[in-house]
């Protein structure tokens, strides 16, 4: 399994970012997947997920309304488009897939997103 994150960057307050992963490794198609984030001194986490068809989505009360996660199944892609970005967005976001058959979660290497003036 390999995911790669990439879109990351500095970004001033109310701007517009659009994060990507590439999967590989794995049956994307099949798979729920989902981004993390991961601030400075914080714990790591999640901030949407999506179903394996893209109809299903669910997200973190702080982004409701401001981050829409789609993915492509044809490209093996996820994306993440974040709106009226806020510095308490700061953070390294991860691209993530659960295998629940071998009960085993996998990551990218991450990109960081700073929200600053």
């Known amino acids: 399994v390999q995911l790669v994150e990439s879109g990351g960057g500095l970004v001033q307050p109310g701007g517009s970012l659009r994060l990507s992963c590439a999967a590989s490794?794995?049956?994307?198609?099949?798979?729920?997947m989902s981004w993390y984030r991961q601030a400075p001194g914080k714990e790591r986490e999640r901030v949407t997920s999506?179903?394996?068809?893209?109809?299903?989505?669910n997200y973190a009360d702080s982004v409701k309304g401001r981050f829409t996660i789609s993915r492509d199944n044809a490209k093996n892609t996820v994306y993440l488009q974040m709106n009226n970005l806020k510095p308490e967005d700061t953070a390294v976001y991860y691209c993530?897939?659960?295998?629940?058959?071998?009960?085993?979660?996998?990551w990218g290497q991450g990109t960081q997103v700073t929200v600053s003036s």
């Open positions: 999506i179903g394996i068809t893209g109809g299903s989505t």
């Open positions: 490794g794995f049956t994307f198609s099949t798979y729920a």
């Open positions: 993530n897939v659960y295998d629940g058959r071998r009960n085993r979660n996998f």
